[in-house]
């Protein structure tokens, strides 16, 4: 696990939501500048940070709303660290939890050196990244259907499938419903098909 240990004068910490982010702001010497709770916006971020810009380093944890506040640190020059949303829970994990606590917990872990990273994805690859996560999850998805229709109909019966009895329209008149299933099995199969498409 890799930790960011690079000094600053000013160390920011966000905890980052869709509509609102909580920001903490220490000097070096580990006072409070600013602890308070804004939109999440570019221009929000941009005029709470303005009178820090000086030596100023910008952490957020690793969720899926990252993206904009990676881009605007990238486009005004300013130092971003995504910290390792499962390494900071084991780290800073306790009964006390709000967004108050956990920005004030991230600045403080970002200045004291022991904020685990995780890996800041270009944003030129971050849309190819995403197209073959949502392939995965519908690859897996037309798996678990399947799987539960073998074992629902293996255990009323002795019947046993096999990838070619599926192939065949004799389980449409053998099983109606099932047929209907397999059909949307067939459906998400060529959506999947379609996504990897899209990747090439």
């Excluded at 881009?71 to 660290?81: L, Q």
Aim: proline share 4%; net charge positive; hydrophobic share 45%.
């Amino acid at each position: 696990m890799r930790f960011y240990n690079q000094q600053h004068r000013h160390y920011c910490g966000i905890d980052l939501h869709v509509k609102t982010m909580y920001v903490c702001i220490l000097d070096e010497a580990g006072h409070v500048l600013v602890h308070c709770n804004v939109k999440s916006t570019p221009e929000a971020f941009r005029e709470i940070v303005a009178p820090f810009r000086d030596d100023l380093v910008v952490a957020a944890e690793c969720m899926f709303t990252w993206y904009w506040l990676a881009d605007v640190c990238a486009a005004d020059g300013i130092a971003f660290v995504l910290g390792h949303a499962l390494a900071m829970k084991a780290i800073h994990g306790g009964k006390a939890k709000n967004d108050k606590l956990d920005s004030f917990k991230i600045a403080t872990l970002l200045r004291g050196g022991l904020l685990p990273q995780a890996y800041v994805y270009p944003a030129a690859m971050r849309s190819t990244r995403d197209l073959l996560r949502r392939r995965l999850h519908l690859v897996r998805k037309r798996g678990q259907l399947l799987e539960r229709i073998f074992r629902t109909r293996a255990r009323s019966t002795t019947w046993r499938s096999s990838s070619a009895d599926w192939r065949t329209p004799q389980i449409a008149t053998a099983c109606p419903p099932i047929f209907l299933i397999r059909v949307f099995a067939r459906v998400s199969k060529w959506i999947s098909r379609c996504w990897t498409g899209m990747t090439r």
